[in-house]
């Protein structure tokens, strides 16, 4: 299972939208995947308390990510960066098997020009340091608000399409590296 993840927990933000739409393209190639929306963080996780001990209702967030064969991030630019939920998330999670060896995929979005390459980036350096396999095909959605139209999706045909070659290669990416990590476990076993 894929888990696509909105990096932010913004109410009716335009990374949800393009979510939505990237979860659809997986389906229609047949690829097993959903959304985990950061909107879904319970309260609880924000408590100082919860560095030492996560809540109970944090597990099953954490266990999808756990479980996932791969990650595709979502994420806009705030202020030059990651949202602080998504580094937030990122920080609540199991070290470090939460990420190890887990393929991850990115997508920007932004209002700027530039496509939240500076965020893709960032998030690019955590994931390294955290021994992740990233796929190296990213992809940038500038001008987001002028690319979403009122139902919600992508009006441009290029960007769809870089999206569906991103989803397309990403599934081989990571169904080979987790096949290939199971055959080295195998074998470890023998």
């Not at 999670?93 to 500076?118: C, D, M, Q, T, Y």
């Not at 390294?128 to 979403?148: D, H, K, L, M, T």
């Amino acid at each position: 299972m894929i888990e696509i993840i909105i990096g932010t927990n913004r109410p009716g933000s335009n990374s949800k939208k393009v979510a939505a739409q990237i979860l659809e393209i997986f389906k229609q190639q047949g690829t097993s995947a959903q959304i985990l929306d950061l909107a879904e963080l319970p309260p609880d996780i924000f408590s100082p308390l919860a560095y030492a001990e996560k809540p109970a209702v944090f597990a099953t967030l954490s266990g999808r990510v756990l479980d996932a064969s791969g990650l595709l991030i979502v994420s806009p630019e705030y202020n030059g960066g990651i949202p602080g939920v998504l580094k937030y998330f990122i920080d609540m999670l199991k070290f470090p098997e939460s990420f190890e060896s887990k393929p991850v995929a990115f997508v920007g979005v932004s209002a700027g020009i530039w496509g939240a390459l500076r965020p893709v980036e960032h998030l690019q350096q955590i994931f390294g340091y955290r021994n992740a396999f990233i796929y190296p095909a990213r992809v940038f959605i500038p001008g987001v608000f002028q690319e979403i139209g009122t139902d919600g999706r992508l009006k441009s045909a290029d960007l769809v399409q870089r999206l569906t070659e991103q989803a397309k290669g990403f599934t081989d990416f990571a169904a080979r590296l987790n096949s290939g990590h199971k055959d080295a476990k195998t074998q470890s076993l023998v």
